[in-house]
């Protein structure tokens, strides 16, 4: 049996943040398979350089840090540019959800954070690729969000609202970037990673059932959206946010 060839490399480079595992790991996995270069971030240095050596050493490369870090925002794009010389596609997966309970009770400081890391540094991570290349160049963003940010998501309060504004903060660039970089976001429920594994641990099979695909989503199901939304078939979709649930919302009429 001869070994699997690389895909033949499309051109472009693709800068994913929160992607050493999980959905952002899924979505960097999806991009290379297609032949894109990706620069790929995240807070731990090990799982990160374990993540650059299965995309390939080759294909990817890896700068740790916090995304709400203006500093670690400014090395990633750096990084993209040093090693490849463009950023053509952004895709902002970065988040946090580290309170579970009603948000009448919500530390403040708690709310603060999820948002400097769920939606600012989003902005953030944006306005650099929009001056380091896509100004220019154009390319495409991708955000992802969540089915929280489009209906009450009792218990994750903080975080549905983080991704409510990130999902208005994709149509208010797509309006500003227009015609030059189209902005989209994804929308998924719950997605197998360790990030969600507290919505169905112990419970998977029951927390399945809900859903009228039968099962969870997993990180391939949102990779394979973010690459149509990067891709020059979803050409002429902008502003439009994507949900990636298994039809958990057909549950939601009257019956």
């Known amino acids: 049996m001869t070994a699997q060839q690389p895909p033949e490399l499309s051109g472009r480079v693709a800068l994913v943040t929160g992607a050493s595992r999980g959905i952002g790991f899924g979505i960097a996995e999806a991009l290379v398979a297609r032949g894109d270069r990706v620069v790929i971030t995240g807070r731990g240095e090990d799982a990160l350089k374990e993540a650059v050596e299965r995309l ?3 294909r990817a490369v890896g700068v740790a840090g916090k995304a709400h870090d203006t500093a670690h925002q400014a090395a990633a794009v750096e990084a993209a540019m040093d090693a490849f010389g463009r950023v053509d596609h ?7 959800n580290p309170v579970f309970g009603p948000i009448a009770d919500l530390d403040l400081d708690v709310a603060r954070k999820v948002f400097e890391t769920n939606v600012v540094s989003a902005l953030g991570f944006a306005q650099r690729t929009w001056h380091a290349w896509q100004k220019e160049n154009g390319g495409t963003i991708v955000k992802i969000a969540s089915v929280a940010g489009i209906s009450a998501s009792p218990f994750i309060g903080a975080y549905g609202v983080s991704k409510a504004a990130m999902i208005n903060l994709t149509q208010q660039l ?5 015609p030059v970089v189209r902005v989209n976001a994804i929308a998924p429920a ?4 360790k990030f969600a594994q507290a919505l169905y641990e112990g419970r998977e099979a029951e927390a399945a059932a809900a859903y009228p695909m039968g099962r969870l989503g997993v990180p391939e199901d949102i990779g394979g959206a973010a690459a149509f939304l990067t891709s020059d078939q979803s ?15 057909l549950n939601a ?3």
Request: glycine content about 22%; overall charge negative.
């Open 235 to 249: 050409g002429w979709i902008t502003g439009q946010t994507l949900v990636v649930d298994g039809g958990i919302f």
């Open 56 to 58: 390939g050493a080759d």
């Open 90 to 96: 952004l895709v902002n997966n970065a988040g946090t």
């Open 190 to 193: 719950v997605v197998k990673t």
């Open 253 to 255: 009429g009257v019956g």
């Open 174 to 178: 797509a309006h500003e970037f227009a």
